[in-house]
């Protein structure tokens, strides 16, 4: 197998697209599935998410949010019980007609999410202000049918997900959740990816159907295009007075509860690649990485293996056993130069490199995946290594901040917006909170207003499209 | 509210099947969804799944098998590539025909199982011998149309479990993990939900279609009948030649690959229900429990509770300093007898009560949920609870294995047989191995040849239909 094989043929910057798909594919994170629109996620790939389900849970159950499941099937009455929520998501439903031969009398509907199913629950089982707030956590997939053609983790028909839904006797308490969800989906995506968002909420155009409003995190792609990388809404009563989610409060006096829902999904592993990778393939921030080092010997005869394979061991147990995921390289047919190339594809965030030479002067090379730095530490330096990756993964997101600050950019003219839009980024702009503004801008220039940042009230500027005076200052830009 | 209300109001042994229905429901596992057939996961039902998760996937990542993700929908086309598996499966499959209001010309069946699936990813993964063993696990749900009235866990149209499927080049190595995972199905019974199993080989009549064997765990329910509690299949090569798994072998010569395939699922929680649960509503294995210790705390006055509450949240801390899973039930406007009942409802495997009177004997009492035993122990002796846990979670399956080894009778005459089946039980009895007899015997009696215990060979018989020679001593019951 030659090299251009296994490794990436394009570069980042030449075409991001094409790139993207290699990467994704020859670093095995995923592969098509037979029918359009649907990957399978292969263990590395999984891995990720499967971390990233941990470090949430970890979250959430301290909130007192805890898991549940809710079936697939959903009745086409029941999605139907809340209007313009159903008429949101009907064009991209999936229909179950028959199971075996026959046929089913009321369609069911593959989940596209599950507000209409848990709610149905959640009013049988709540009755009293004892039982709130009611706070499940459901780990699932969402299926909602992708005309356009399918990108790994950004465009699927069917994706893994994680949707919390909340009950509360005050509208207070629920609004503070959403916040506070937001905060943990932030915290998360920055701690554990490496990746800087921008929270606030969404406009009215744009916020979820059936929400009272929907906040947001957003984060902007080397591409220059936005990622929305996770939402949190407020449902206010807009699903519990036509699900009946009512409850006696403490003068038993029947209520209306109020409810909030949220979600992020396998994106943010897309958005990790996108950030991130580079023209060697992937690269993996140090917590979600399911190898955080791998070891190459590197040894021509068996003599030399004989001498580094001891010493490689005794590494491998002292990394073990400081809980540090490692991988031992002891591939014989072949070169360690193949196996760099191998481990750089994979995007694994350390090499450890370790040959004759390095016995004799008792000291291994380290390898940094993210900036391809080669730094040597003697045999009684191991230690440091737990350190060097907590830096990894804290340099990755500096250099992310500075990448997308320099995607950011405050635009005051129309005109600089439009001649400035095709090379995409954030753009920072004064708008006066009219819904016609914003559809006028995303006709003329394809830019959505991808989130209100919080703290952005501003009524000194003019609005970036019509002039009038401004409201707020959000985020326009082109999305995925 | 009454008691009658929220406990148990028929006995285990009176109307068995009323009786798990209302546990289910009343313990808070789980509930009916809205489409017949399909049920919802309460936080305290997914729970006790996602403690078995943890459990298998810490074994299974031991034997280096990884989790990965399929997705639901498999095309009509796929799902019949291999016929005999195709049409097992068929009648039972939920088909989705439409996305919004565009007809999907291949039908796509919702997951029954997905070997057809996997096998198609696997045979573009796997080109060399280097490529093997590929060893992936699914975390996921299966679809089949249960047309009878639901139950919970034992019979739903959607159910959740994990599928894992191996390649191997060598077929003794795709028979040895066969083996081995069946194995570690056992000891997890065994070690976490308390529940002996018996293992060994289906019949041909009831093997896994598309299998050359299939081996399996089955238990003895309390009401005699059979539960199968897990599977693990050899395939040989019957997927791997319709499927293309192949890979060059070390001298480069193309040969077809060896595989398997294995899964367990909610019914295990089902049978955990059924085995342990009592008049008072369920008992819990402390492993899976996800509260192994409730503290009930005992006062009328303020004056008491203000003397209690330190001490209370002392014994809390040491118990979460030990990794035990506590809960202090501080509800203010019950009465204890109240909580004691709801507790015992829910199967908490250990209960603290604490009043003015132990604080000042410094004692606590313990009940133990499964005996109903209630034990006192010094405030210097907290630490013992781990022990206690420990010492119930060893009671549990003993008590289990007594009642199961009664359950089991050796039969030798077929009028024995059809006049005891219908008290229900595991009955052993030679046959010679033909499916003509096990068919006759499963008509007249409605039982099924449940499993072949491994080493049951036995031609000293003759079998209990046609008294012919035996070949074996399978296990005949009424099966779920």
Redesign the interface.
């Given at each position: 197998m030659s090299k251009e094989d296994i490794g990436i043929t394009v570069s980042k910057e030449a075409d991001f697209s094409e790139w993207y798909t290699q990467v994704v594919l020859k670093a095995k994170l995923a592969?098509y599935?037979?029918?359009k629109g649907?990957?399978?996620?292969?263990?590395d790939?999984?891995?990720i998410?499967?971390s990233l389900r941990n470090t949430f849970d970890e979250k959430f159950f301290k909130k007192g949010i805890?898991?549940?499941?809710?079936?697939?099937?959903?009745?086409e009455s029941?999605l139907g019980k809340e209007q313009k929520h159903f008429a949101g998501f009907?064009?991209?439903?999936?229909?179950?007609?028959?199971?075996?031969?026959?046929e089913i009398g009321d369609r069911?509907a593959?989940r596209p999410t599950s507000e209409t199913?848990a709610y149905?629950?959640y009013s049988?089982?709540i009755q009293s202000w004892?039982d709130l707030p009611l706070k499940?956590n459901f780990w699932n997939?969402a299926?909602r049918?992708e005309i356009k053609a399918t990108k790994p983790f950004l465009r699927t028909?069917?994706f893994?997900w994680q949707e919390g839904h909340t009950v509360h006797a005050i509208k207070e308490e629920a609004e503070k959740e959403v916040i506070e969800i937001l905060e943990i989906y932030k915290n998360t995506v920055q701690d554990e990816l490496a990746i800087p968002v921008v929270t606030g909420k969404k406009s009215e155009k744009e916020k979820f159907v059936g929400a009272v409003y929907t906040t947001t995190m957003e984060s902007i792609m080397p591409d220059g295009k936005a990622l929305q990388m996770g939402t949190s809404h407020f449902l206010g009563q807009n699903f519990s007075i036509p699900f009946e989610v009512k409850f006696s409060d403490k003068d038993n006096v029947e209520q209306f509860a109020w409810q909030t829902s949220w979600g992020v999904s396998w994106r943010l592993i897309g958005a990790m690649i996108m950030v991130h990778g580079d023209d060697k393939g992937l690269v993996l921030p140090p917590k979600v990485a399911p190898i955080q080092v791998v070891i190459v010997p590197i040894y021509k005869s068996d003599d030399a293996k004989n001498v580094i394979f001891p010493k490689l061991n005794e590494i491998r147990q002292q990394l073990e056993s400081k809980k540090i995921r490692v991988h031992v390289d002891d591939?014989n047919e072949l070169t360690p130069g193949y196996k760099f190339n191998d481990w750089e594809l994979k995007g694994i965030p350390l090499r450890i490199e370790i040959g004759p030479k390095d016995i004799e002067k008792q000291q291994i090379v380290l390898a940094k995946r993210y900036n391809r730095e080669k730094i040597s530490i003697g045999f009684n330096e191991i230690e440091k290594i737990s350190t060097i990756l907590d830096e990894i993964q804290k340099d990755m997101l500096e250099i992310a901040k500075v990448k997308a600050k320099q995607n950011t950019i405050n635009i005051s003219e129309y005109s600089e917006f439009k001649s400035k839009i095709g090379k995409g980024g954030f753009f920072n702009a004064y708008w006066c909170g009219k819904t016609e503004c914003e559809e006028k801008i995303k006709e003329e220039t394809g830019a959505d207003i991808r989130v209100i940042p919080f703290g952005s009230e501003n009524t000194n500027g003019k609005c970036i499209y019509c002039n009038e005076q401004s409201k707020e200052t959000p985020i326009f830009a082109r999305g995925y």
């Open positions: 592969d599935a037979p029918v649907l990957i399978v996620l292969r263990p790939g999984y891995s998410w499967e805890r898991n549940g499941f809710l079936p697939i099937l959903i009745p029941l009907n064009p991209e439903v999936f229909w179950v007609t028959h199971s075996g031969e026959n069911l593959l199913l149905t629950m049988k089982w004892r499940i997939t299926l049918a028909s069917e893994l591939r």
